[in-house]
């Protein structure tokens, strides 16, 4: 075995090594230009370029930049079929699909990575710390323990990813739509977590819990698994969850109208055995065991909560009256219902 010290030869492999995260089919005018530093040796079924004391294994170019303990290459040049590294791991990486299309841009941090060319998949172990983003779509968060991602085709890249005991974190920006009922971030916690770019989903299971804060109105979704569907820009559409669910809501108290006892709802909290949250109509429903309670605002005193169970809740949050006939603000309905609270007073 021949072990030496290089730049210039390593240098020439590395463009070999990563042809499938080229960005565009077009020729340059000049060749792209690459480096790498660190210990070169040449294995039988490969090479592999190691820290030295000038700093960590690297390699640089156009498509990628990664530094580690010791990154390798498995194949004969120029096709190598796969790509890994171990120890310290720091990866930046444009990765296109083989039918070509938009680009994948994924940087994280994690303790080694393995890029398997033909199949378009990195596989990322030990404390993630990072993005990725399909150009022109939103950015996901890169955490938890493992994290496999497959660029299946244009467009449709699959994020699979494996929580340990960190378990796996999505957060969402605050809305801005300029709605009464805009909520501030979201953060998304679970056991583990695939996203679907192609769909725009992302399934989170195994004590899956989303809460927002900072926004005018703020809410608690805990479920066994849900299912989260985003907008382009990235917001929340939907969010339906699987298995008993517990869901707490918050709105800022109005006050009573003229004549009135008391206020709308200002918090509801329900559990059942399956919800649907709609963004676009401020919508939840809720069926099966249905079991919770609203609470409403007096005008002078303390806040009552009215418990109510049924087979199907629907709460839906309007900012302002819709035909004539709607109420504005918080609302509670419904089926096959028992209403306990205090008394009703008729003043007869």
Known sequence: MFVFSSRISFATLALCAFPVVAQTKAPAAKAPVSSSSGDLTFTPNGIRLERNARGPA???????????????????APNYSQVSARGGVNLKLNLTPRDGGVPARIEVKSSSAVLTVRERK????????????VQGGARNTLSGNVATLTYVSSGNLIADLEGGTRGVVLTLPAETLGRADDLGAVTIR???????????TATFSGKARAISTGGPN????????????????????????????????????????????????TRVEVAADGAVIERVTSTATFEGNVKGFYRLTPATGTPQNFDFAGSRAVIRYAGTPAGGNA???LSVQVSGATVQGPAFNFDF
Do not use: C, H, M, W
Request: no cysteine.
């Open 58 to 76: 690297r390699v640089q170019s156009p498509q990628i930049d990664v530094s580690a303990q010791v990154i390798s290459a498995v194949g004969t």
């Open 122 to 133: 990195v596989v990322l172990r030990g404390n993630l710390s990072g993005f990725y983003q």
């Open 190 to 200: 679970a056991e583990r977590a695939q996203f679907n770019q192609s769909a725009g």
């Open 218 to 265: 703020s809410f608690d979704v805990a479920a066994t698994s849900f299912v989260l569907t985003r907008n382009p820009d990235g917001s929340i559409k939907t969010l339906q969850t699987t298995g008993r669910t517990l869901v707490k809501l918050d709105v800022p108290p109005d006050a009573a109208a003229p004549g009135a006892t008391a206020g709308k709802p």
């Open 327 to 329: 109420l504005a603000g």
